[in-house]
């Protein structure tokens, strides 16, 4: 926000449509997202056939929101690094690595969320 610009209605609704338009990149543009989606497509299904508790709900949203937020995260990261530079360089290198890997470990997590949140209902 720049110095002198107050709260508005339409500032926030014209936020909320970059969002909007920053997730449809992701959605449109990576492949993984299309891979999340499915997978978090298939936990919904097992958590209405399975009829989990709202306990239980609350820990499987919690894991697809984690990590749908760290794919679009990195995905942002990558944005910027190919603006930075396009030819190789080791450290933007580095940097997409480290953010593919958060992704990597919110989706370890959501995957071990997962299996506890229907281990009983299965077994």
């Given at each position: 926000?720049?110095?002198?610009e107050?709260?508005?209605?339409?500032?926030?609704i014209?936020?909320?449509g970059y969002a909007i338009?920053?997730?449809?990149?992701?959605?449109?543009?990576?492949?993984?997202?299309w891979?999340?989606?499915?997978?978090?497509?298939?936990v919904?299904s097992a958590?209405?056939?399975?009829?989990?508790?709202?306990?239980?709900w609350?820990?499987?949203?919690l894991a697809?929101?984690?990590v749908?937020?760290a794919?679009?995260?990195?995905?942002a990261?990558?944005?910027?690094c190919?603006?930075?530079?396009?030819?190789?360089?080791p450290?933007?290198g580095k940097?997409?690595?480290?953010a593919?890997g958060?992704?990597?470990?919110?989706?370890?997590?959501?995957?071990?969320?997962?299996?506890?949140v229907?281990?009983?209902?299965?077994?």
């Amino acid at each position: 926000m720049k110095q002198g610009e107050y709260f508005s209605i339409p500032g926030r609704i014209r936020a909320f449509g970059y969002a909007i338009v920053g997730l449809a990149h992701v959605f449109k543009t990576q492949h993984a997202m299309w891979f999340h989606s499915f997978t978090a497509a298939c936990v919904i299904s097992a958590g209405l056939y399975f009829n989990v508790s709202s306990t239980d709900w609350r820990w499987l949203v919690l894991a697809i929101t984690l990590v749908w937020g760290a794919e679009t995260m990195n995905t942002a990261v990558e944005i910027v690094c190919d603006a930075v530079s396009l030819n190789h360089h080791p450290l933007i290198g580095k940097s997409k690595d480290v953010a593919a890997g958060a992704v990597l470990v919110a989706a370890i997590g959501a995957a071990i969320i997962g299996a506890l949140v229907f281990w009983p209902y299965i077994f």
